[in-house]
């Protein structure tokens, strides 16, 4: 079964620099996630978009920006990189928004800061 | 606001030992509850889920009750493996459509 696919899988970048990552979420699911877990931390919500607008904010830097494409695909696009970003970066998606869907998890996208 | 407390790991167990991993939650209204596995080096994965007081997610071995008297949700296996090593995160969603993470316990086996 198809998954949500994130991109890169791994990216090193230097301070100051900017940063985009991508995911796909599986077909047909309209709402996806963004999650960015520092080491040894719980995933923290960033933010989420549904039907390509956005559907919450979490504690997303003003640094970060994010967007829901017409194939539903997002990016999650981070500017002047500080040290601190250096995190796994999550994608979920999910075609339920009640309270009982689940969440579906991309592998994660490592951005390391150097 | 919702939150999620787990206990502080890490677990360490022998195998075939008895697993039990607390998870207690607070939230407004009748959230759902979830469990999810992390694997070293891979994402998220849902391990089991609850959607309603007294209901029972299992899978793998794994048990959990969504116990709403005591707002718990505590994992158990009878008998671990090595390959349950990993971290174990519960979750709630609940009048927000995102999911709410505890900060996670890793699990350690050894045979």
């Known amino acids: 079964a198809a998954g949500v696919i994130q991109s890169p899988r791994h990216l090193i970048k230097e301070k100051r620099e900017t940063a985009t990552l991508k995911c796909y979420p599986i077909?047909?699911?309209?709402?996806v996630y963004w999650y960015q877990q520092g080491p040894g931390q719980d995933p923290q919500f960033l933010i989420s978009?549904?039907?390509?607008?956005?559907?919450d904010k979490g504690s997303i830097p003003d640094r970060f920006s994010a967007q829901q494409f017409s194939d539903y695909h997002s990016e999650l696009n981070m500017s002047s990189l500080e040290l601190g970003d250096s995190a796994l970066y999550f994608c979920?998606?999910?075609?339920?928004?009640?309270?009982?869907?689940?969440?579906?998890f991309g592998e994660g996208s490592r951005l390391t800061v150097l | 606001g919702n939150s999620v407390t787990q206990m502080e790991g890490p677990v360490t167990l022998s195998e075939e030992a008895f697993l039990t991993i607390n998870c207690t939650y607070t939230?407004?209204?009748?959230?759902?509850l979830f469990w999810y596995v992390q694997y070293p080096g891979e994402g998220l994965q849902l391990l089991l889920k609850?959607?309603?007081?007294?209901d029972k997610g299992s899978n793998k071995g794994f048990e959990a009750t969504y116990r709403k008297e005591t707002t718990s949700f505590h994992l158990e296996k009878g008998s671990v493996q090595v390959s349950d090593s990993a971290v174990y995160f519960c979750?709630?969603?609940?009048?927000?459509?995102?999911?709410?993470f505890g900060t996670g316990t890793r699990l350690q086996v050894f045979p």
């Open positions: 077909p047909r699911h309209d709402t």
């Open positions: 979750a709630l969603r609940g009048n927000t459509d995102k999911l709410i």
């Open positions: 609850a959607t309603k007081a007294d």
């Open positions: 978009f549904y039907e390509k607008m956005q559907s």
């Open positions: 939230a407004t209204g009748y959230p759902s």
């Open positions: 979920a998606s999910s075609f339920d928004r009640t309270d009982t869907g689940e969440l579906f």
